[in-house]
């Protein structure tokens, strides 16, 4: 995972690149993000943007999980996320933050 930031603008950017397993968790500030998602093998498999929830152990959906290459936009809370793997191979993804709210 990377992180990128602008002196200029504030700008915060995460990167994965061929992944098969679900990556360390990560904070997020509240605002629009887009991710994007490709993997080159499926295998009936998903990836899912997750937050946190309030019982300090369970991941719960924050953008719907992808089954195929694709790219969306979702309004999120700040908090603990993690970008969770099932069974996809090779995944490479681009979460971008795009305003703040």
């Known amino acids: 995972m990377h ?3 602008s002196d200029t603008v504030n700008t915060l950017f995460f990167s994965w690149k061929n992944i098969s397993a679900t990556p360390t968790a990560f904070k997020l500030p509240a605002g629009l993000y887009e991710l994007t998602v ?10 899912t943007l997750q937050r946190l ?3 300090g152990s369970t991941f719960a959906t924050a953008f719907t999980a992808f089954s195929a ?6 309004y999120v809370p700040s908090g603990t996320y993690q970008l969770t793997i099932d069974t996809a191979t090779d ?3 681009d979460l971008a933050f795009i305003e703040a709210f």
């Open 3 to 5: 992180l990128r930031e």
């Open 38 to 47: 490709h993997t080159e093998t499926w295998g009936g498999g998903s990836v």
């Open 53 to 55: 929830a309030a019982d």
């Open 69 to 74: 290459d694709g790219s969306a936009t979702a």
């Open 91 to 93: 995944v490479s993804a």
